[in-house]
């Protein structure tokens, strides 16, 4: 056996761990705390306000209104153990596959699915040690940095329509989430064995109601990319607060945007 191929196998037996495994049920854990916060901003913004410490109904926000509290650096140093098992158990993924992957077509999407994840959260680890680091730092908002962005790349040549190629694929993707939600596709990933029947249904509910309401933010937030690719204005390009903010404006908007501050939570 060559040292490459024992150095493979050892990083497999690591990645099916129980430690990792646990590592993995953590971060999950992690990201729902954060949709928890992100949800109860937005149920503020809902009713006309916002956070009280001003803070965005977005990712960022969420910390920002973890560490304000008197708990909040020990919880956030949590949040960073579970952020990295999350972002190692979806790297190991996409570097030795799923159990379930499938044919060829269906294992490498899947790895790239897991890699981009990896990578995602393991960027969202960083800003989260950075907070702990620093629990006052400059602020700038998520809206002004997709704002900025957007306008980027609205000034290259062909760039309106990779906006608004950009904003039709979110949609597309938010149809597609909404879709899991509502065909309860989320299932097939739960061992519901030791669940009762009223549990089950609890989970059900929830998986539906989350993932159509996680589908919908994604589908107005693909809308105002591809608005602002035709109007030629970047200023119309929403992150996940703005995106809220706009929803909460629209006629019955405090209505809808409560049923999915709802959903998020």
């Given at each position: 056996?060559?040292?490459?191929?024992?150095?493979?196998?050892?990083?497999?037996?690591?990645?099916?761990?129980?430690?990792?495994?646990?590592?993995?049920?953590?971060?999950?854990?992690?990201?729902?705390?954060?949709?928890i916060v992100v949800g109860l901003i937005a149920l503020q913004?809902?009713?006309?306000?916002?956070?009280?410490?001003?803070?965005?109904?977005?990712?960022?926000?969420?910390?920002?209104?973890?560490?304000?509290?008197?708990?909040?650096?020990?919880?956030?140093?949590?949040?960073?153990?579970?952020?990295?098992?999350?972002?190692?158990?979806?790297?190991?993924?996409?570097?030795?596959?799923?159990?379930?992957?499938?044919?060829?077509?269906?294992?490498?999407?899947?790895?790239?699915?897991?890699?981009?994840?990896?990578?995602?959260?393991?960027?969202?680890?960083?800003?989260?040690?950075?907070?702990?680091?620093?629990?006052?730092?400059?602020?700038?908002?998520?809206?002004?940095?997709?704002?900025?962005?957007?306008?980027?790349?609205?000034?290259?040549?062909?760039?309106?329509?990779?906006?608004?190629?950009?904003?039709?694929?979110?949609?597309?993707?938010?149809?597609?989430?909404?879709?899991?939600?509502?065909?309860?596709?989320?299932?097939?990933?739960?061992?519901?064995?030791?669940?009762?029947?009223?549990?089950?249904?609890?989970?059900?509910?929830?998986?539906?109601?989350?993932?159509?309401?996680?589908?919908?933010?994604?589908?107005?937030?693909?809308?105002?990319?591809?608005?602002?690719?035709?109007?030629?204005?970047?200023?119309?390009?929403?992150?996940?607060?703005?995106?809220l903010k706009v929803m909460a404006q629209r006629?019955?908007?405090?209505?809808?945007?409560?049923?999915?501050?709802?959903?998020?939570?």
């Open positions: 056996m060559t040292p490459a191929s024992t150095a493979e196998q050892t990083a497999r037996r690591a990645a099916d761990s129980p430690w990792v495994d646990r590592l993995a049920r953590l971060g999950f854990c992690a990201r729902g705390l954060v949709y913004i809902a009713g006309g306000g916002g956070s009280p410490s001003g803070d965005e109904a977005s990712k960022d926000g969420a910390l920002r209104e973890i560490v304000e509290r008197s708990y909040g650096r020990p919880l956030l140093a949590v949040l960073a153990v579970g952020l990295a098992g999350y972002a190692v158990w979806r790297a190991s993924e996409a570097a030795f596959g799923k159990r379930d992957e499938g044919d060829e077509r269906k294992r490498t999407a899947k790895r790239a699915g897991s890699a981009a994840k990896a990578v995602l959260y393991g960027a969202f680890l960083v800003s989260t040690l950075k907070l702990i680091a620093d629990p006052t730092p400059k602020r700038s908002g998520a809206d002004e940095q997709e704002s900025t962005a957007t306008a980027r790349l609205l000034e290259v040549s062909g760039g309106r329509l990779l906006v608004g190629a950009v904003g039709l694929a979110i949609i597309v993707g938010s149809g597609y989430v909404a879709y899991r939600g509502l065909a309860q596709k989320f299932n097939k990933r739960l061992d519901t064995s030791d669940m009762g029947r009223v549990e089950g249904k609890i989970i059900d509910v929830l998986g539906t109601v989350g993932m159509a309401a996680r589908g919908l933010v994604f589908a107005v937030a693909g809308f105002l990319l591809v608005k602002a690719a035709i109007d030629f204005n970047p200023e119309q390009a929403k992150g996940l607060d703005g995106t006629t019955y908007g405090q209505l809808l945007l409560t049923v999915t501050s709802i959903g998020i939570i």
